[in-house]
């Protein structure tokens, strides 16, 4: 079974800080790695995913995140928030040979002027 | 391509009524799954689909159906609601492209039951 930790529930921050958002997983298996972003009242969008290959991850809106298979860790980061970054975070995790999703229980980012 | 829509946007219904919420896809993925959303749980999986005709559960599915007659609809059915389900319903689909699925999200149904 697989399991997902998130570690913060809410981080603020101010405009234009550079941030991080930290993810832990627990499997048994390979997996596959994500970043999903919920912006208020909306579904969950797709940030970032690592599959394989290079453990640095480029994703939209100038977020990245790398993927620590040593620590089981796959933490988010953004090195300049912007407000419209404020939403809800969720790091999900994939066995790579299902295709089920188990999810985090999201981190709020709230960003302050 | 609308991608994936549910309906309805809202509900809400009184304890041991019925109803079913609605998911669909144009984009002739494979794999479809429904969600509940619950402040500070995250989205845990109820049912999913890995095709037509194939269904199964998945961490919460009790006092949940489903059924996949097409690829591109996957609806849920609430058989008695029950205030512990007043949440927000997720569906998602994915294409099973081999090796990873990243899933595509629907807007999302608030249901309450009173």
């Known amino acids: 079974a697989q399991s997902v930790t998130q570690l913060d529930s809410q981080v603020p921050v101010f405009e234009e800080a550079p941030v991080e958002l930290r993810c832990n997983y627990s499997?048994?298996?390979?997996?596959?790695l994500f970043w999903y972003v919920q912006y208020p009242n909306q579904g969950l969008q797709l940030l970032l995913k690592?599959?394989?290959?290079?453990?640095l991850v480029k994703g939209i809106n100038g977020f990245e995140a790398e993927f620590n298979k040593s620590q089981t860790s796959f933490h988010l980061r953004k090195p300049s928030v912007h407000i419209s970054d404020t939403a809800e975070y969720f790091c999900?995790?994939?066995?790579?040979?299902?295709?089920?999703?188990?999810f985090g229980d999201g981190t709020t980012l709230t960003v302050k002027p | 391509n609308a991608g994936v829509t549910q309906t309805p946007k809202f509900q809400v219904l009184k304890t041991g009524q019925s109803m079913t919420l609605q998911c669909a896809q144009d984009?002739?993925?494979?794999?479809m799954s429904w969600y509940r959303q619950d402040p500070g749980m995250g989205l845990r999986l109820i049912h999913y689909?890995?095709?037509?005709?194939?269904?199964d559960q998945g961490e919460v599915p009790n006092g949940y159906n489903v059924s996949r007659s097409t690829t591109e609809d996957f609806p849920l059915r609430l058989l008695s609601a029950a205030p512990s389900q007043t949440s927000v319903y997720f569906c998602?689909?994915?294409?099973?492209?081999?090796?990873?699925?990243?899933?595509?999200f629907g807007p999302g149904t608030r249901l309450t039951v009173t």
């Open positions: 998602a689909s994915s294409y099973i492209a081999g090796v990873w699925y990243e899933q595509y």
């Open positions: 499997s048994s298996v390979s997996v596959y």
């Open positions: 690592y599959l394989s290959g290079s453990t």
């Open positions: 999900a995790v994939s066995e790579t040979n299902a295709g089920k999703s188990t």
């Open positions: 984009m002739n993925h494979e794999y």
């Open positions: 689909s890995v095709g037509a005709g194939i269904t």
